[in-house]
């Protein structure tokens, strides 16, 4: 016999009961409340993460692209540039380039302001084409930086405080190799000439002095085999660990972006983790309201429950009904949000200009950062609907141990 519904019986009673106007109209207001409220914390979950994935981007690109991402050194300080007994470095996992450094702490002097910096001696012509210095550089060039020249490249936070510009003079003064002279301890030192500047738009624009590694050797009266590292960049900084379990021989160590800069990643990380959480409580919420309405459905619907299961219907037909009548307004509230979000996400910089509330690009910012990773996506549309499925346990289970006999006694 036919019966017009389609198979399975399961699912085509839960969407009728699901499309149909219900005689409650108070369940029906908490079902789309539900909804709503899915929808909203999924869409909100996705706004939120992209924009802190967009920052997390940013400092990535930005910091881990003026700092090295991985270090060869030994223990000693001191390495030679062609090392032997080493694996090629070049070849190792998420390698894209490998040039010597050399790092010191040090003083630059103006005519009228002194400051501190960290000092790297670098070779330009062994850096990536595509390193963010190259086209962050607001004047001059990185390949200014020529052996014997004594040229030398600052962030632009540090010329602004000594308050100098291209062309001007500076002292740099460093505390490693230092001499001996009949008046004491004299620290090495050297004019240089300013011939770049860059800004990254992070702090390292304030901390950071690049000289050629020529010069840096002479200052520190190092040999020119001599270097105080092989610098390694990755195609992923995150990917550090792929690189430093490569065993190496006695003397030698791997050092990574992360002895300097990993606390403030992991503050950005547990930021964003704590944001999610919270966001997440909100879909907890609104599933809690399907598991409230659907409860005050099966009671309501207790006559129809026994009239199935006289005609034959067992009671895993029936937790299916209810399952798929109360994870109907999770998917629906889930795939509206996720569209939502999308959307809010592709327009969120116009939006909060047009509401005038875009503080970040008032602040001189080119607007909020939004990275869309899909498989974030995916796992929160999955997370809501089976928050969604969760909920529909316990009524469903309820009405599955409706008696066919109490419920139609007084019908």
Known sequence: MKTGLFQPLSLAIGLRYAG???????????????????????????VVISVMNGFEGQLKGRILGVIPHVVLTSEAGRIDTAPEGLPDLA???????????????????????????SVQGIDPAHWPKDDILHSQMLGGRLASLKGGD?????????ARRLGVGLGDEVRLILTEGTRFTPFGRVPAQRLFTVSGIFGVGAD??????????????RLLRLPEHQVGGLRLWLDDPFAADAVIKTP????????????????????????KRMMGLMLVLIIAVATFNILS?????????????????????????????????????????????????LGLCLGLNPLLSGLGLNLYMAAGGSGLPVIVEPMQVVTILAGAV?????????PAARAARVRPAEALRHE
Not at 150 to 158: A, D, E, F
Not at 386 to 394: E, K, P, R
Request: net charge negative; charged share 15%.
């Open 20 to 46: 149909s106007r219900r005689s409650n109209r108070f369940v029906s207001f908490i079902s789309l409340f539900s909804t709503f409220g899915i929808a909203i914390g999924v869409a909100a979950l996705m």
């Open 91 to 117: 070849k190792l996992p998420h390698v894209v380039a490998v040039a010597p450094m050399l790092d010191s702490e040090g003083m630059l002097q103006s005519p009228g302001q002194l400051t501190g910096v």
């Open 150 to 158: 004594y040229q030398i490249v600052l962030g632009q936070g540090v």
């Open 204 to 217: 390292v624009d304030d901390q950071i002095a690049l000289i050629a590694i020529q010069d840096a050797q």
């Open 248 to 271: 190496l021989p006695d003397g030698y160590q791997w050092q990574d972006w992360r002895r300097e800069r990993g606390e403030l990643f992991q503050a950005v990380a547990m930021e």
């Open 293 to 341: 309405a659907l409860v005050m459905v099966v009671t309501d619907k207790e006559g129809e429950v026994a009239i199935l299961r006289t005609m034959g219907m067992n009671e895993s037909g029936i937790v299916r009904i209810f399952m798929v009548l109360g994870a109907s307004s999770g998917v629906i509230g889930a795939l509206f949000g996720a569209l939502a979000g």
């Open 386 to 394: 089976l928050l969604s499925f969760g909920a529909t346990l316990y």
